[in-house]
C-alpha cells in the first residue's frame, strides 16, 4: 500500500490543521501518516554543511526522524500558516535541516501538494517558495490548496487531489512533463555533481542520474532536451574554468 505522510507546520491544530485533516478523509485508499512538527524537536541548522560533504548531521534532536518518514513516503502533502507572508519557521527550519536534499534528493518523482492557510495576504509568496521547492527536490508537484479565513470550509478541489492521486502509481511518472525550469535545475545540481561535491557525484553515479536529461524517464521534448544539454555544458565549462583559475 502507498504510504503517504501529511505535514502539519502549524503549532496550533486550527485552520491548516483542519484542511489537512479533511484532505486526509479522502485518502482512506493509502497508508497515511499525520506529522506535526510542533510535536517533535528539530533545531535550527547551525550552518556547517557536514550534511552536504560528509553526508550526517551533528545536531541531536527528532529531525533525522522527520526527515527519514517524509523521505520513507511515496507521496507527500505539507500544509503551513502563512506568518509575515511565507512559510511558518516551523516548515523553514526543517527544510534547512534536509539542506543535503537539494543535492541528493530522495522525493524524486514522488508526487508533492501544498497546502496554506492564512487571514488574507501571503500565500502567493509562499507558494512561489514551495513550488521552487518542489523542483528542487524533484519531485512531481501536484499543485496548491490555498485558503483565506473566509473561505477555509470550501470544497476541496478534485484537480489537486487526484493528479497526486494518479502520480502515486509508478506506472503514470512516465507521462509526467517536467518544466523548461525543471530541466534546468537538473542541469544544475549534475554541474555541482560533477564538479563540485565528490560525495554528490557517487550518489548520481549510482541513481544513473549522469547520463540523462532529467532524474528519470518521462515526457521532455526535443527542445527542452538541447536546452538543458547546451545549459549543462556551458555551466560545466564555466565552473571548470574558475576552479582552475583558484
Ligand atoms: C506570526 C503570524 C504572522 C501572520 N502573518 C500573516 C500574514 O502575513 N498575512 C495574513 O493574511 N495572515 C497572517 N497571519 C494569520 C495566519 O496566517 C492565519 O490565521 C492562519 O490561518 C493560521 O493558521 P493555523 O490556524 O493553522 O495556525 C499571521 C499569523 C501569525 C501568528
Redesign the pocket.
Known sequence: MKKIVII?A?????????ILKRIESTLGNYNVEFLCISDYEVKPCVGCENCLRNGSCFIKDDSEKLLTKISEADGIII?T??????I?GYLKVLIDRGCAWYHRSPLVGKPILFVT??????SKQAIKYLNDLAVQWGTINTGNIS???FD?KKKLPNKQLNLFRYYLEDEHKCNYKPSLKYILEFATQKVLAVTVLPLDYEYWKAKGYIDKPYFYNCKINIFKRIIGYIYYKILTFFITKNKTNS
Do not use: A, D, E, W
Open positions: 502539519n502549524s503549532i496550533r491544530k486550527k485552520s491548516t490543521y483542519s500544509g500558516p502563512i506568518y509575515l507572508r511565507q511558518s492557510s492564512t487571514q488574507v495576504t501571503g485558503r483565506k479565513m477555509h
